[in-house]
């Protein structure tokens, strides 16, 4: 079985939208992820300030990171989000994923997004599927 830098670097390989985000990979282990990425124009709503899909989305490729770390090929099965304080152009935003719980079948898993004044941008609840498949 590969071990949790193996699985993201595959991952990673074939991720165009989290590459597209710029993710920086600060930490992974098995069952835990750190993420990070820079907030550019592009990730900016009507409101000049950056759209929820941007910390939606790094929390989303925290959870599939940290879920499939532990070898098994994982699947999100549901997921939310509470958007707590809005993230601006050039804000550093970090992703810490953590296990919950890991079942034989199902994992959750919670994400908080903070800005690089360590307030927190989001908060994220994900549940995933685990499959029968390694990687």
């Avoid at 804000?91 to 690089?116: F, K, N, P, W």
Wanted: charged fraction near 20%; glycine fraction near 6%.
């Amino acid at each position: 079985m590969k071990n949790p830098q193996e699985i993201i670097h595959l991952m990673l390989s074939k991720d165009a939208f989290s590459n597209w985000l710029g993710i920086e990979v600060i930490e992974i282990t098995e069952g835990k992820c750190t993420l990070a990425c820079k907030v550019t124009e592009s990730m900016l709503n009507g409101f000049d300030i950056a759209h929820g899909g941007i910390s939606y989305s790094l929390s989303d490729s925290a959870l599939a990171f940290a879920a499939n770390s532990r070898g098994f090929k994982c699947v999100s099965i549901e997921t939310s989000i509470s958007h707590t304080r809005a993230a601006k152009l050039n804000d550093i935003l970090t992703a810490r994923c953590t296990e919950l719980h890991r079942g034989r079948t199902t994992g959750i898993y919670q994400v908080i997004v903070s800005d690089q004044h360590n307030k927190t941008v989001s908060l994220f609840k994900g549940t995933v599927k685990i499959l029968d498949e390694i990687w």
